[in-house]
């Protein structure tokens, strides 16, 4: 039993390390950060601890009071996994309610000294069913942005009132990519706008993106939330230095994040708290009755508002006291592709939220079918095109429709050829005959200009100068042809860009498509410094003169001899400063079609060198006669191998086992004679 018990353990351990190591809170950096800069949020964070230390009495008066907090998820998504779904949520929700009451049954695991400390913070948390504005809601308000990745401040959009709900944002990615998460203790919010918690999606409750070990990411930050810091003290970094919480009765400790569940390494020695939900242990189980204290006057004191979540007038104007409502769907739906070849398909999500949806009405225009009623419909395309959806949504409450117009990109047949030249000079040259430009925010996106040029007077731009940190602009060049085009192929263009200050990191890229935009292959990638063509930084909106041009060479092999290339350009912004293309040049060596018979038919033998057999390989454009024959170096046919009509497509034609020597392989298609060497050794 002993054996078993220890395996389990270590398993466990060894899960918790790599999973530590991973994502950790970020909270000490952010409100060391807002500290730092703001001088009145240090004496607020004062006055908070002097209330503290004088309202004890205040709590031990409401120690009765269940304090319930309404508690509103904002799903920051692109239509990803970060778009974690309704039963996600509820399942953090659960866990909440279960450790802020001490319902949680891993208590059992506590080591003995501080199983009489472990406490219930007599906190709940329910989802709202009144929204600031008065209108039904389930408590998880969907937001389509790019800001769900690298997410930081800026991200947290449409925020509800702070003192009526506890905000969380739910992203992607984080800024600091080794956080899972980061809260503002009240005293250190540095607006009330961005007053609560940001998390990585995949922290969110137990279950979907989430896991078991992740699942207490929110207990913790929600600690922050209600003026807890981590038992070491006021950083991020546990094992530094043995410190101190404010809380008398959580041990000096160095911090874990592994279970030493009777670690002691300060002085004097005592067995520290390693399970304490605000250690990095992953294996923590509780809060101390000094933590739930502290908690619970946080919520008495109106810094940072948090007084008033609770009141049973709160409680009463977000729904929390009524419960949940059916509320009305908000119409949304997502497809799997933008950008389809000429009679492709597009799948359709219906991504609908806040409440269910009964019935359900789509259109395509220029789609087959092109209406529908089901959840994922498959859409064809047979043309050439831009086209929209609708979907509208309705239950016995009401309706809600979205129309999503630009949405579906279909390539045609017409094709650019090589050599492909831009200058940009001609104003229909930009986007181009079958090119076009996705402008994900409807903000500023790439345009053509006349006030810059490599030569002559046009160029493109896009304004980072004065775009969206993190916005994404696209220009998808015209469908260019290389079906006659072997390698090397080579492009060149001009670009000009400046760096606004030192850190700006404005990004240009660079990717070809075979599947006229399913996929995507990088091709060219610079950003900040690296994607400069000026010397300093540039801090006035940017227009390069003649000597401001970098030529670029990008290599386009991997596309040769296909027709249909689809090539884009892709700006992400960080508000930094303009950056300029011109002179695209794409050149290849163009092939006759002699030449491009032999180069199609793909004839090949595999293994050569072989020790005994080999395999003919090739590939027929239509039904033909072909034969196979095996000759050795005299030119004695020594097997028929092959002599059949073949269907157009690929073909595998195994030879006979050849004793050791040089043998030619010869392949008739058609009218056409090719020969290849094989060697068995
Ligand atoms: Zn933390």
Redesign the pocket.
């Known amino acids: 039993m002993k054996k078993i018990l220890l395996a389990f353990v270590l398993a466990a351990s060894i899960a918790t390390v790599s999973s530590a190591q991973e994502h950790?809170?970020?909270?000490?950096e952010m409100n060391n950060q807002a500290l730092s800069n703001n001088p009145d949020l240090v004496r607020q964070t004062q006055e908070l601890e002097n209330f503290i230390q004088q309202y004890a009495t205040v709590e031990r008066r409401n120690n009765a009071v269940v304090y319930v907090i309404p508690i509103v998820f904002h799903i920051l998504h692109n239509y990803g996994a970060e778009n974690i779904s309704d039963a996600q949520i509820h399942d953090e929700v659960r866990i909440l309610n279960r450790d802020y009451r001490r319902l949680n049954a891993d208590t059992i695991d506590l080591v003995p000294a501080f199983v009489g400390l472990a406490a219930d913070a007599e906190i709940e948390f329910r989802l709202p069913s009144i929204d600031p504005n008065g209108n039904c809601t389930n408590g998880i308000d969907r937001i389509p942005t790019l800001l769900t990745y690298s997410a930081n401040d800026q991200s947290k959009l449409n925020p509800w009132p702070r003192d009526k709900y506890l905000n969380i944002w739910v992203a992607n990615s984080l800024e600091n990519t080794g956080a899972a998460a980061?809260?503002y203790l009240p005293g250190s919010v540095p607006s009330p706008a961005v007053d609560g918690i940001l998390s990585r999606h995949n922290y969110i409750g137990s279950i979907g993106t989430s896991d078991e070990n992740s699942s207490r990411t929110l207990t913790?930050?929600i600690?922050?939330c209600l003026n807890l810091q981590?038992p070491w003290g006021s950083t991020?970094q546990p094992g530094v230095s043995c410190g101190d919480d404010q809380v008398s009765d959580t041990p000096i400790t160095m911090g874990w994040t592994s279970c030493v569940l009777t670690g002691s390494v300060c002085n004097p020695p005592v067995i520290e708290n390693v399970q304490n939900y605000?250690d990095?242990s992953y294996c923590d189980v509780m809060f101390t009755a000094g933590q739930v204290a502290r908690m619970r006057i946080t919520l008495n004191s109106s810094v940072s508002q948090r007084n008033n979540l609770w009141t049973s007038t709160n409680l009463l104007a977000t729904g929390v006291t009524q419960g949940p409502q059916i509320c009305t769907p908000n119409a949304d739906f997502n497809v799997n592709n933008r950008l389809v070849c000429q009679g492709g398909d597009v799948t359709f999500y219906d991504l609908s939220w806040n409440a269910q949806v009964t019935t359900r009405s789509w259109s395509f225009p220029g789609g087959v079918p092109s209406t529908s009623s089901d959840s994922a419909p498959v859409i064809n395309y047979p043309n050439p095109g831009v086209y929209e959806a609708t979907l509208v949504v309705s239950n016995s409450t009401g309706s809600d429709s979205i129309t999503r117009t630009d949405l579906i990109y279909v390539s045609g047949p017409q094709q650019e050829t090589v050599p492909f030249i831009e200058s940009f000079e001609d104003t229909s040259s930009f986007p181009g005959s079958t090119g076009f430009v996705l402008n994900y925010d409807n903000g500023t996106t790439w345009s053509r200009v006349t006030n810059a040029a490599v030569s002559g007077v046009a160029s493109i731009k896009i304004n980072n100068y004065t775009n969206t940190r993190g916005q994404i602009d696209e220009w998808v060049m015209p469908t260019l042809d290389f079906s006659n085009i072997t390698s090397p192929v080579v492009m060149t263009f001009y670009v000009a860009n400046a760096q606004r200050n030192t850190t700006s990191n404005d990004e240009l890229s660079f990717s070809g498509s075979y599947n006229c935009g399913a996929n995507w292959v990088p091709r060219y990638n610079k950003s900040g410094a690296t994607l400069k063509t000026t010397t300093g930084v540039v801090s006035t909106n940017f227009t390069p003169n003649a000597s401001q041009w970098r030529m670029e060479t990008v290599t386009l092999n991997p596309f040769k001899l296909l027709p249909n290339i689809r090539f884009k350009f892709t700006n992400t912004s960080d508000r930094g400063n303009n950056t300029f293309i011109d002179s695209i040049n794409i050149t290849g060596t163009i092939v006759n079609v002699d030449e491009m018979d032999e180069i199609q038919l793909g004839f090949a033998l595999y293994p050569n060198p072989t020790t005994e057999s080999s395999t003919v390989q090739f590939k027929l454009s239509k039904k033909q006669s072909v034969s196979v024959e095996v000759k050795n170096i005299l030119g004695q046919t020594i097997s028929n191998v092959l002599n059949a009509d073949l269907d157009g497509g690929m073909h595998e034609i195994k030879l006979p086992a050849l004793s050791k020597g040089i043998y030619m392989i010869d392949l008739y298609t058609g009218n056409k004679h090719h020969v290849r060497r094989l060697i068995v050794s």
């Not at 950790?24 to 000490?28: A, F, G, I, Q, V």
């Open positions: 950790r809170c970020y909270s000490s980061y809260a913790h930050e600690g922050h981590h991020n605000m990095y």
